[in-house]
Structure formats: structure tokens, C-alpha cells
């Protein structure tokens, strides 16, 4: 199985004067290739974020005050998910919208999670939950297709501009299982939606046709 690297979540920030100087300053002509290829990255991501994304709740960090008793609630379902303690209440919530949105058309289509960032975090996340929402609607369960084998560090740039150390996740795809198929993407928060386009990126470039994106919650700051 091929193998794909998923960055995950940050570690460290990392100085920009700890950065070789040759890293810092790449020429003219690699600055323009660097600027085309982030061109074409930002084309391929919005493309998947202009299809259909449906989330059912606020996900407010901590962070943010003032947020009322059903926005605690809310944030308290997300760590429970992410802990793999409410994937009934979930599946049931993801199971109603599918068969909502595409009917009996649900057992054509493939209900796939993006990854979690281990793989104990991926298996008491998703393995239950996804066989659960394919009990509910029928559809075809992709969970066994894609599998989390291991980690290891790479360093980023951020919007910054600054070098940050990530977790990425190490990832390995059935590529052949995914060609021509129609594919429901899940994730339990969305924020700019970098990992949903990757993710959704990586499987049509195995010819699978990813049609959408549900996710539990979606982040916000302002109450």
C-alpha cells in the first residue's frame, strides 16, 4: 500500500534563526516555483471545500468565554467523540443527514473518516463509529481501506512565517479498493478545512469522486 504523510497537531514553534541559512534564502527561481505550486495547492483544496459540508455544532476552545450551557455542551460531546464515548449519538446524527441527502442512494456510496492522528486514536474514534453509521444507512464502510501506521515529525512553515515541528501521521490507503467510487468524508471538527481538502485530495487521486464532507462540529471564536 502506498504510504501518505497527514500533519497533525503542533508540537513545537521553532525559531527561524534555528533554520539553516540555505533553507531560509532559496533563490529567485525557487521562490517562483514554490509560489505556482502554493497556487495550485490553494486551487485543489478549494475545490473540495466548495462541495456540500454539513456539521451539527458549534465547537467553541476553551479559550473562548462567555459561551452559554448548550455551547459547553457542544464542546463537551466533541471530547467525548474524540475520547470514543458518544459514537451512538453521532452515528445517529450522520446517519439521519446521509439518508436525508441521497436515500437508498446511501448503499452506493463509501463513508470514510479522516484519520486520527494515532493509530489508538484512530481505532477508538472511528472503528465503532463508522461501522455503526454503515448499519444505520447501508452505506459501504471504507474504515479497514485507509489505516494509520505510524508517526513521525517534519517541520512546517506557518502563516507566520515561522517553522513549527508537527506530528504527521503516516498513513496507508487500499488505493485500488478507492477508483471509481463516490465518497463521504468525515471528521469530527472543521476548521479551515486544510486536512478535510488534503484528505479528500489524496483519495481522487485514486480516482474516488469524495462528493462531500460532514463533520460534527465546526470551529468558531466569536460567541
Known sequence: MPQVCLSGNLRAAVPAENIP??????????????SIM?????????????????????????????????????????????????????AQMTAARMIEEHGDGCSQLVFIPVPASSVRKNEIRYMDFCKRVCELTGAINGYDH????????????????????RKVSIIEFDEE???????????????????????????ESFGANVIEGIFLARTHYKV
Request: glycine fraction near 6%; include cysteine.
Open 177 to 203: 479498493w478507492f477508483k471509481e467510487k463516490d465518497v463521504i468524508v468525515f471528521d469530527d471538527v472543521i476548521t479551515r478545512g486544510i486536512s478535510f481538502g488534503m484528505y479528500a485530495n489524496q483519495l
Open 146 to 165: 485507509v489505516r494509520v501506521c505510524g508517526e513521525r515529525l517534519a517541520v512546517h512553515e506557518n502563516r507566520k512565517a515561522e517553522k513549527e515541528i
Open 21 to 34: 541559512p540555505q533553507a531560509e534564502r532559496p533563490s529567485r527561481r525557487g521562490k517562483q516555483n514554490d
Open 38 to 90: 502554493a497556487k495550485t495547492i490553494d486551487i485543489e483544496l478549494q475545490k473540495q471545500l466548495d462541495k456540500p459540508q454539513t456539521w451539527f455544532c458549534k465547537y467553541f476552545p476553551k479559550r473562548i468565554q462567555n459561551v452559554g450551557e448548550k455551547e459547553i455542551a457542544d464542546r463537551q460531546l466533541v471530547y467525548d467523540f474524540k475520547d470514543g464515548r458518544s459514537h451512538e449519538a453521532v
